[in-house]
């Protein structure tokens, strides 16, 4: 069942969840969140970094797609260097 509870927003924006949730759900000082919001509707969605073995296995996924693509090391660094060029 979902929890549910109400909060005010103060002036500066700030929105407080509310103690038993923030149990419930684990959360801790510092965590981050996606905020999407539609007409009358709001939704934080928690996000956390990927594990070291998540990130491995993404890694691990680039550089193959980047293989199967035909991309060379020297291809990336152009590209860093046009991106650094255009800042």
């Known amino acids: 069942m979902p929890k549910i509870a109400t909060t005010k927003m103060s002036s500066r924006g700030q929105v407080v969840i509310p103690e038993k949730i923030r149990r419930e759900l684990n959360l801790k000082k510092g965590a981050q969140f996606v905020v999407m919001g539609d007409?009358?509707?709001?939704?934080?969605?928690?996000?956390?970094p990927p594990s070291m073995q998540e990130f491995d296995s993404l890694i691990a996924k680039a550089r193959e797609a980047g293989?199967?693509?035909?991309?060379e090391e020297i291809d990336i660094q152009e590209s860093i260097n046009k991106v650094r060029e255009k800042k």
């Open 39 to 48: 007409k009358n509707v709001v939704i934080l969605k928690n996000i956390s």
């Open 67 to 71: 293989r199967q693509a035909g991309l």
